[in-house]
């Protein structure tokens, strides 16, 4: 079964085909003319304003994600406007850790929210995934992208970046939200 994924983003892409690939699921990125407007409140608003962009232009059954990093001292910060933080990858490192120098609590949390819509547009199904940590005092690891190379998972003494992608790809909030998603596929529409 073929799903458009939501997203222009290739790594994100190949991270849940990865999770996803027992499944029988194959994700695809949806066709020219892809282009959401993420102007919603919530991260569920945003994800299903990117699934209803991606069943209009394939008219197929669509998957969306919105995800963000929240930190407990800057009142949930970056959060929806995490991918629009700041200009680079390495920017938007360098902001948090400037922005954090003042706190001692460093508590952040994964979020992303999913919404799968069937051909019709029809909402079927909505997960959310979380994953806890905190906010590290300088970047470390290679793996990954945007905010992982600061990001200390609970419970380890490692950022995401420094985690295999199998690693990642079990604990991560994304990872979480999917395997939901998953679930609910192979109970109801598989």
Do not use: W
């Not at 993420?38 to 990117?50: L, P, V």
């Amino acid at each position: 079964m073929k799903i458009v994924f939501a997203t222009g983003n290739i790594h994100k892409l190949q991270e849940i085909n990865e999770i996803s690939k027992d499944s029988g699921i194959e994700f695809i990125l949806p066709p020219d003319g892809f282009a959401p407007v993420e102007d919603g409140n919530t991260f569920e608003e945003n994800s299903y304003k990117k699934a209803k962009e991606a069943n209009r232009v394939s008219g197929m059954m669509s998957l969306a994600d919105d995800s963000g990093l929240c930190v407990e001292a800057l009142n949930g910060a970056p959060g929806l406007f995490s991918a629009r933080y700041a200009g680079t990858q390495q920017a938007k490192i360098e902001k948090i850790l400037n922005e954090l120098k003042p706190y001692k609590n460093r508590k952040a949390q994964f979020i992303c929210v999913m919404t799968l819509l069937d051909k019709l547009g029809n909402v079927i199904h909505v997960s959310k995934g979380i994953c806890d940590g905190k906010i590290a005092y300088k970047q470390s690891g290679d793996n990954g992208f945007g905010f992982d190379p600061v990001f200390i998972v609970d419970n380890t003494n490692r950022t995401m970046a420094e985690m295999s992608e199998e690693e990642k790809n079990k604990i991560s909030h994304r990872a979480k939200a999917l395997s939901n998603m998953l679930d609910f596929l192979r109970s109801n529409i598989l």
